[in-house]
């Protein structure tokens, strides 16, 4: 009864030009496939050979422990900056200029460089601990360079307007006036 009600018929269908597809065909040469050289050959694995030369009956018993000198530790790891990072929004600052005093044996000997020491300025703006990072070893200016940094006060770092204790390192200039 549907088909009678609403017959299909009345709807004018329209078809559209048909579009014709064009398909070319291309050869596409064969390409070369080249063989691969043999991996190497694996080193060989010893075998343990069967000789006359050693006795089968040796024991640890045979051997005399008791002249084996015990080795001694290895020595501990060199002694490093002791870094803790501790953020400051100001750094420190010293109150006077670092100005440490020119070892003579350096002077005579034209010797110029740049040590670096690292220093731990307290909340009061004290050295209160250095390490030598990169120095001039037996020369003095390590240590003039730490005792010059030691004297002088500082400005202490500021974390949110409060002072703390940082770590932090300073570079020592030594040049000869020519």
């Known amino acids: 009864m549907g088909f009678l009600i609403f017959p299909r018929g009345m709807d004018?269908?329209?078809?559209?030009?048909?579009?014709?597809?064009?398909i070319e065909q291309i050869d596409i040469p064969q390409t070369e496939q080249f063989d691969r050289p043999p991996p190497p050959?694996?080193?060989?694995?010893?075998?343990?050979?069967?000789s006359e030369d050693i006795a089968d009956d040796v024991t640890l018993d045979e051997f005399n422990l008791d002249e084996f000198d015990a080795w001694?530790?290895?020595?501990?790891p060199p002694e490093g900056p002791r870094v803790?990072?501790?953020?400051?929004?100001?750094?420190?600052?010293?109150l006077s200029p670092i100005k440490p005093k020119y070892p003579e044996i350096a002077q005579e000997a034209g010797i110029e460089g740049t040590v670096i020491v690292q220093v731990f300025v307290d909340k009061r703006g004290r050295v209160k601990d250095t390490v030598i990072?990169?120095?001039i070893p037996n020369t003095g200016l390590d240590e003039a360079a730490t005792e010059a940094i030691r004297k002088v006060r500082f400005r202490?770092?500021?974390?949110?307007?409060?002072?703390v204790g940082v770590w932090i390192s300073i570079p020592v200039n030594f040049r000869l006036k020519s």
């Not at 803790?84 to 010293?94: G, L």
């Open 12 to 22: 004018k269908i329209e078809l559209d030009e048909e579009i014709q597809i064009i």
């Open 41 to 50: 050959a694996r080193p060989s694995v010893p075998v343990e050979s069967e």
């Open 72 to 76: 001694d530790a290895p020595p501990p």
């Open 84 to 94: 803790k990072f501790i953020p400051y929004d100001d750094p420190p600052q010293p």
């Open 133 to 135: 990072l990169k120095g």
């Open 156 to 163: 202490p770092a500021k974390q949110r307007e409060r002072a």
